[in-house]
């Protein structure tokens, strides 16, 4: 299997424009989780989807923060507008259960200028 | 409700044994340890679920103690490779069996070091 693939891996943006990251998870895996890090609030759990279905959203910092789950193969998270304090790396992940190992995809580097 | 890790960063010599550790100050229903190297993504060492679990593989153990609601990460003759951030996340005992939100939250993480 090809792995959790996200794309870009990096995205530099202006403050104010839309970004949209994209995700497609393992096949066959029914959880995804979008996280955000950074050197100062860690690795945080912005939100995730159980069979394409949000179930905890509570992460989201605000509402410039959006995902969806369209199919089983493919996510999104959008930010608009973007602000420096976006800044960070995006990573999604996949598992075939709450308990069960989670796997990580390579990341997108944000930069908001 | 993040866990607490500790301790932040630790350097050790190649060959020498590590412990960090995990707690929470609520119950908690399973603890997950993950390695980050630097600008890699997290990878997954191994989920613990029952009170006094144990779990290794090869040199890297753990151990879950749900009545004191923490968790401890044994590194024991450490090798370069080992190096990397150290994160555990959580998932509470009354979120989980309550049928609430499974979704984990994580640590800021052990920074460790091993040197030559």
């Known amino acids: 299997d090809a792995g959790v693939i996200q794309s870009p891996r990096h995205e530099v943006t202006e403050m104010g424009q839309e970004v949209t990251l994209r995700c497609k998870p393992i096949s066959g895996h029914d959880y995804l989780f979008w996280y955000r890090q950074t050197m100062m609030r860690g690795l945080e759990l912005l939100i995730y989807?159980?069979?394409?279905?949000?179930?905890?959203d509570s992460g989201m910092p605000e509402d410039r923060f959006s995902a969806k789950m369209p199919n089983a193969s493919f996510s999104t998270l959008k930010i608009q507008p973007s602000e420096p304090r976006d800044s960070a790396v995006y990573f999604c992940a996949s598992s075939r259960g709450p308990l069960a190992e989670q796997y990580f995809g390579p990341g997108t580097r944000l930069t908001v200028t | 409700q993040q866990p607490v890790q500790s301790p932040q960063a630790v350097i050790l010599r190649e060959g020498e044994d590590a412990v960090i550790n995990c707690s929470s100050s609520?119950?908690?229903?399973?603890v997950h340890w993950y390695r980050q190297k630097h600008g890699e993504a997290p990878v997954f060492l191994m989920i613990l679920l029952k009170g006094g679990e144990q779990k290794g593989h090869e040199k890297i153990s753990a151990s879950f103690n749900e009545k004191k609601q923490q968790s401890s990460l044994y590194l024991t003759a450490s090798q370069l490779s080992y190096s990397g951030t150290y994160f555990c996340?959580?998932?509470?005992?009354?979120?989980?069996?309550?049928?609430?939100?499974?979704?984990?939250?994580f640590g800021k993480g052990t920074h460790l070091i091993i040197q030559p």
């Open positions: 989807f159980n069979n394409n279905v949000p179930i905890d």
């Open positions: 609520k119950a908690l229903y399973s």
């Open positions: 996340g959580t998932l509470l005992r009354a979120v989980y069996s309550g049928g609430g939100a499974d979704g984990l939250t």
